[in-house]
C-alpha cells in the first residue's frame, strides 16, 4: 500500500500498530559522469516499491530525495542539506507517524552521507519518546554478496562504481550514459582513501579531493547481472526483516 493513496478513513480502519512502514531515504548528488543526481534515492524507493509486491500490507511513503551530502558540492546538480535539517524533516515525519499508531518503522537508506544523522534520529526518538526505528543501509543486508561482487578496493560501496553502475544497468540502463562510463580505480591500482586518515580516525574531506571526476570504484566492471542479482538479493533480505517485524507481538 502506498502511504499518499489512502484515505484517512482507511487508515483509520487500519491496525497501525502492527503495520510495517517504509520510508525511503537518499540524496541528490553527483554520481560520476555516468550516471543521474538521483541514483541513491531512486534505488532506495524501487526496493520499496518492488517490496510492496511481495509483502503488499506494508505502507510505503514517498521518498525524501534529498539528504546530507556537503561533501559532493564541488559537483553541479548536488542539493544538501544540512545535517541537523536533515534529522529534523525526518523527526517530524516520525513523531506524527507515532502520533497515528504507527511503530513499526523502517528508514531504507541509499546515502552513506546519512548514516551519522540517521543514527542521531534513531538516538533521539527512542531516548525521548521510546519510539524505536530500524535504519537500514540496504547494502548492509548483504554484506557478503557486496564484497564478492566488488571489483575494486573501494571503501564499502564505494561511490558511483561498479556496485551502483551495475544496479542502475539493471533497474534503469536508459539513465546509464555508456559512452561516459570511466575506468575509475581498479582492484590492482593502490587507492588511497583520504576520508580514513589512520586506525579509528575519520576525517571528512570534499570526494573531489581523492577523486577528479567524483568516482570511487571501478564502475566499468559493471554489468545489469551483477546488478540482478545485487538488487533481488538485497529484496530477499529486506523482505525477511519485514515478516519478523510484522511477527513481533
Same mark, same amino acid.
Given at each position: 500500500?502506498?502511504?499518499?493513496?489512502?484515505?484517512?478513513?482507511?487508515?483509520?480502519? %487500519?491496525?497501525?500498530?502492527?503495520?510495517?512502514?517504509?520510508?525511503?531515504?537518499?540524496? %541528490?548528488?553527483?554520481?560520476?559522469?555516468?550516471?543521474?543526481?538521483?541514483?541513491?534515492?531512486?534505488?532506495?524507493?524501487?526496493?520499496?516499491?518492488?517490496?510492496?509486491?511481495?509483502?503488499?500490507?506494508?505502507?510505503?511513503?514517498?521518498?525524501?530525495?534529498?539528504g546530507t551530502s556537503g561533501h559532493h558540492m564541488d559537483f553541479p546538480g548536488t542539493i544538501t542539506l544540512r545535517p541537523r535539517?536533515?534529522?529534523?524533516?525526518?523527526?517530524?515525519?516520525?513523531?506524527?507517524?507515532?502520533?497515528?499508531?504507527?511503530?513499526? %518503522?523502517?528508514?531504507?537508506?541509499?546515502?552513506?552521507?546519512?548514516?551519522? *544523522?540517521?543514527?542521531?534520529?534513531?538516538?533521539?526518538?527512542?531516548?525521548?519518546?521510546?519510539?524505536?526505528?530500524?535504519?537500514?543501509?540496504?547494502?548492509?543486508?548483504?554484506?557478503? &554478496?557486496?564484497?564478492?561482487?566488488?571489483? *575494486?578496493?573501494?571503501?564499502?560501496?564505494?561511490?558511483?562504481?561498479? &556496485?551502483?553502475? *551495475?544496479?542502475?544497468?539493471? &533497474?534503469?540502463?536508459?539513465?546509464?550514459?555508456? *559512452?561516459?562510463?570511466?575506468?575509475?580505480?581498479?582492484?590492482?591500482?593502490?587507492?588511497?582513501?583520504?576520508?580514513?586518515?589512520?586506525?579509528?580516525?575519520?576525517?571528512?574531506?570534499?570526494?573531489?579531493?581523492?577523486?577528479?571526476?567524483?568516482?570511487?570504484?571501478?564502475?566499468?566492471?559493471?554489468?545489469?547481472?551483477?546488478?540482478?542479482?545485487?538488487?533481488?538479493?538485497?529484496?530477499?533480505?529486506?523482505?525477511?526483516?519485514?515478516?519478523?517485524?510484522?511477527?513481533?507481538?
Amino acid at each position: 500500500m502506498k502511504w499518499g493513496e489512502q484515505r484517512w478513513p482507511q487508515m483509520k480502519a %487500519m491496525d497501525r500498530s502492527k503495520i510495517v512502514t517504509i520510508l525511503p531515504t537518499g540524496s %541528490m548528488e553527483q554520481h560520476g559522469p555516468h550516471l543521474p543526481l538521483q541514483v541513491d534515492h531512486f534505488i532506495a524507493n524501487r526496493i520499496a516499491e518492488d517490496l510492496e509486491k511481495r509483502v503488499p500490507e506494508i505502507l510505503t511513503l514517498p521518498p525524501v530525495w534529498a539528504g546530507t551530502s556537503g561533501h559532493h558540492m564541488d559537483f553541479p546538480g548536488t542539493i544538501t542539506l544540512r545535517p541537523r535539517v536533515f534529522i529534523d524533516l525526518l523527526r517530524d515525519v516520525c513523531v506524527c507517524m507515532h502520533a497515528h499508531g504507527f511503530r513499526r %518503522m523502517i528508514l531504507l537508506n541509499g546515502h552513506g552521507g546519512n548514516r551519522a *544523522s540517521l543514527q542521531v534520529l534513531g538516538q533521539e526518538l527512542y531516548a525521548e519518546m521510546g519510539f524505536s526505528i530500524n535504519v537500514i543501509a540496504y547494502w548492509d543486508l548483504v554484506p557478503q &554478496l557486496v564484497k564478492s561482487l566488488k571489483k *575494486s578496493k573501494s571503501k564499502g560501496m564505494g561511490h558511483s562504481g561498479e &556496485l551502483e553502475t *551495475s544496479l542502475m544497468l539493471y &533497474l534503469a540502463p536508459q539513465l546509464v550514459d555508456l *559512452s561516459a562510463v570511466p575506468d575509475g580505480f581498479r582492484s590492482d591500482q593502490l587507492h588511497h582513501s583520504r576520508f580514513i586518515s589512520g586506525e579509528g580516525i575519520t576525517r571528512y574531506v570534499n570526494i573531489k579531493e581523492h577523486s577528479e571526476i567524483g568516482v570511487d570504484g571501478f564502475p566499468a566492471a559493471a554489468s545489469a547481472k551483477d546488478g540482478e542479482l545485487f538488487y533481488q538479493s538485497v529484496l530477499t533480505e529486506l523482505e525477511k526483516v519485514v515478516r519478523e517485524l510484522q511477527a513481533e507481538a
